[in-house]
């Protein structure tokens, strides 16, 4: 595979309110998985930090704004999120709501969306890395991994790039599964952006680390580690 270029991403990098905004959710409810995903910044914050490249981060918490859903879907202004009630947003106008999404939303993923398009006519192709987590508590049952790499199989070339990272992450001792504990074809940026770029060599992969790694001392730099080589080779 020839050279590509990279685009890093957190979309749920906080749990912070804008000043002055309350939407009635405690701190410790904002702080948990339903308002942000603990450690995905660090993750990408070091690959950015190891390979010169800006991360593009999400500021607020998901329950205000969740930068990783469509402006036109049902939660990207949620009025329940992995079970915690938003009222703060239960009230809000159709105004309100462009409003919020014009100020917040809108920026951010035309920001991405530059940056795609940038790499794409620079090098041809691009790696869009989406950095996520997720709480196992949630389905321990079925969430008994590190790692979980999100794609789509039926775009040959996201697919060469995630089974590569797939390789890489297991040869690094990780315990990784692909497209869960989501489908890569769930509404998210990667999503959107694979269909805006349909025909163009984009991969959008998200990669979603497990809480019980986050929440390690050093789990987030193992996880970097693991990815940097990778990365690098691209």
Known sequence: MTSIGLVLSCEHASWQLPPGVDLGVDADVRSSQAGWDHGALEIVDALGDALGLPVHAGVFTRMFVDLNRPPEHPDVIPANSYGAPVPGNALLTPGDRAARLAQFHTPYWDAVRLDVVARLRDRGAVLHFSSHSFDPSLDPQNRQFDVGVLYDPAYAFEAEVAERLLFALRSAGLVVRANQPYSGLGPAICTSLR????????????????????????????????????????
């Not at 025909?199 to 990815?227: D, K, Q």
């Open 195 to 234: 269909a805006e770029h349909a025909g163009a060599r984009y991969a959008g992969i998200e990669l979603e680390t497990s809480h019980a790694v986050t929440h390690t001392p050093g789990g987030c730099a193992r996880i970097a580690a693991a990815m940097r080589p990778f990365l690098e080779a691209l």
